[in-house]
């Protein structure tokens, strides 16, 4: 087969149009294909860890942040609030040492905390999923006056918690607050969802 008169300039303009039409092709491809990769909005609330700046919170303030579609309350304790706490008779508690488990193994003590300075609990009171109240005034009259030393009090049916998140004894609510999974990834960031070490 004869070559003459072949325009090699229009093959190599031929090869290389080819060529970048099937790289653009491939990119419409591919950048669908990679996308679907990353989780979407409702994957992310549906259980996605949270990171949280705790620099700002100060002493005796409580915010809340969403995870697993869930209010997750963080709680700046002050150094009364700790000794408060200690103090507390084990027997206004049902579960003062936090013996059921509502907790990862690394949470232990009457802190029930990573760091005491900081409370992590789920918001949801565990008798019937109201969000119970913060309620940190010191003996507020319609809560047990000198008896009461902080915490959250649940308006639908009465349940109290003490500011480590522990339920008083007699009252509704079964068990204590919730602790969901968290770590620090420094001293004034939070991971929450993630075990302590697996971040």
């Not at 970048?20 to 549906?46: C, M, R």
């Not at 047990?144 to 109290?160: A, D, L, R, V």
């Amino acid at each position: 087969m004869s070559t003459d008169g072949v325009d090699n300039s229009k093959r190599r303009f031929l090869t290389a149009a080819t060529a970048a039409v099937g790289a653009v092709g491939a990119g419409f491809v591919a950048v669908p294909f990679l996308k679907s990769w990353n989780p979407n909005a409702a994957a992310l609330a549906a259980g996605a860890p949270v990171e949280v700046d705790i620099s700002k919170v100060v002493p005796g303030q409580q915010i809340r942040v969403l995870w697993q579609k869930k209010p997750v309350w963080i709680v700046y304790r002050t150094e009364q609030n700790l000794e408060d706490l200690k103090n507390l008779p084990d027997s206004d508690l049902a579960d003062p040492k936090s013996e059921i488990p509502q907790q990862p193994d690394y949470i232990s003590g009457p802190n029930r905390s990573l760091n005491d300075k900081y409370l992590v609990v789920i918001g949801l009171c565990t008798h019937l999923g109201c969000s119970p109240t913060y309620r940190p005034e010191v003996g507020a009259a319609d809560l047990g006056g000198e008896s009461w030393k902080g915490g959250f009090y649940c308006p639908c049916h009465g349940s109290k918690f003490d500011l480590s998140g522990r339920v008083y004894a007699g009252v509704p609510a079964p068990t204590n607050l919730i602790v969901p999974p968290y770590t620090y990834l420094s001293d004034s960031t939070l991971l929450i969802g993630v075990d302590e070490g697996a971040a």
